[in-house]
């Protein structure tokens, strides 16, 4: 028996990777977060697969099941949205798996934030505009930030940022940025980013809250800032530029004198 944590993807049923899938396919038993796991990823399962939401479930009650499934010699699929490593609450499952001596894996998945950078269709790096992305949340009642990561002290690094949990602190995240990066900051706001009522609104942090209810906008959003949000600005990568050689491709005069 073993326990597979499966990065689902943003919630389509398509954005799950082959392996996932086929891990998914070949469990006996199914846990998913159904807050933020899309039903229809459950289209992987097999029929006869014993299927819980866990969303209603305390972590003691999710570790009765895998003892249950260690029980009946079962494999396990432990569905979480996006990617597993971000905000999954896995390390405290994983910590009851290895008191019982039951071995798990972890199959990664598309995680929210690049799939809202998908529907804007940015990059969330430039040359000479930002080279880093900050993956940062907004304070919750669930997990504590630790001091030092202050979405303020965050924002002074002028680099890209995907800002995860902030739907429901939205205006005073906003708040909190402007108290370092100028007004004009491009920004945007990604709800269910492929999901059927996907939608998306972009701005400036100065303009961003103009024009929208805050409250439309407080479950599984994501909220993107910096500069690199915007095509256009900035230089670009000399990857593809004919001048520029490396191990792969020879620069256009250098392949001329050939
Ligand atoms: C508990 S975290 C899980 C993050 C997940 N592990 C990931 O890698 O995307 C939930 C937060 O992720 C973001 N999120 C999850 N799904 C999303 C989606 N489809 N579109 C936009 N943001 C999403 C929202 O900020 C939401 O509050």
Redesign the pocket.
């Known amino acids: 028996m073993n326990v597979t944590f499966i ?1 689902a993807g ?2 389509a049923a398509d954005l799950i990777t082959l392996r996932g899938a086929k891990a998914l396919a070949e469990a006996s038993l199914v846990l998913y977060a159904g807050s ?1 796991v899309s039903k229809d990823m459950l289209a992987h399962c097999r029929p006869e697969a014993e299927i819980h939401d866990t969303a209603s479930m305390n972590l003691e009650e999710q570790i009765e099941q895998y003892r249950r499934a260690q029980k009946n010699g079962w494999k396990v699929a432990r569905l ?5 490593s ?3 609450a896995i390390s405290e499952q994983m910590r009851a798996l290895d008191d019982l001596d039951i071995p798990y894996e972890v199959v990664p ?1 598309v ?3 690049t ?2 950078a998908a529907v804007l269709k940015a990059s969330l790096t430039r040359p000479e505009i930002s080279q880093t992305i900050i993956i940062t949340r907004s304070e919750g009642r669930a997990s504590a930030v630790p001091e030092g990561e202050s979405l303020a002290s965050l924002a002074e690094h002028g680099a890209s940022m995907a800002i ?4 429901a602190g939205l205006i005073k995240a906003i708040e909190e940025l402007l108290t370092k990066l100028p007004p004009q900051t491009p920004a945007a706001l ?6 059927p009522q996907e939608k998306h609104h972009t701005g400036t942090l100065g303009t961003l809250l103009e024009g929208i209810s805050p409250e439309e906008w407080r ?4 909220l993107l800032v910096g500069h690199a949000l915007v095509n256009g600005e900035g230089a670009a990568s000399r990857l593809y530029s004919p001048e520029y050689s490396h191990r792969f491709r020879k620069a256009a005069r250098e392949t001329a004198k050939v």
């Open positions: 990065g943003p919630g933020l979480h949205s996006g990617d597993p971000i905000y999954g998945g995680s929210s934030f799939a809202s995860f949990l902030s739907g990604v709800c269910k980013a492929s999901w479950l599984s959003t994501m």
